[in-house]
């Protein structure tokens, strides 16, 4: 259903930050060329044989050229790791701008959800 909320008239009523949100929960939750109708659209699947530090950096490169490329109202600024307190969570804050007014997302990869969630953090 997710796919067809955008069509719906309730996202017109929320503010601009939380419909990019929406969008990029989507986008980020979207692996890149498995069911997706656009070429390279999501992200990519990071099994494989990586350190945390080279997996972190990798997830963090192939979302800041992701939001580049799908969501034209972000520009991404620059995307840092976050501690996490659980070992099976990524965490990321993305200092970004939308529609050039200057915001921080908070994106987390759980892995027991298999599923990543992305929030307004501006405070």
Known sequence: MALLDKFFHVEKRRSLPLQVVDHLRRLLNT???????????GLQDYSGNLSAHQLAEKI????????E????????????PVSSEHDLTLR????????????????????????????????
Not at 31 to 41: I, K, M, V
Not at 60 to 67: E, G, N, S
Not at 69 to 80: A, G, L
Request: a negative charge.
């Open 69 to 80: 490329r799908y969501e034209k109202r972000v520009t991404v600024e620059s995307i840092e």
């Open 92 to 123: 990321f804050r993305i200092y970004c701008k939308i529609t050039g007014k200057p915001h921080k997302l908070a994106v987390a990869f759980e892995n027991k959800k298999e599923q990543i969630i992305v929030e307004v953090d501006d405070e």
């Open 31 to 41: 692996r890149c060329d498995y069911g997706a109708w656009q070429e390279g659209f």
């Open 60 to 67: 963090a490169a192939d979302m800041a050229q992701t939001i």
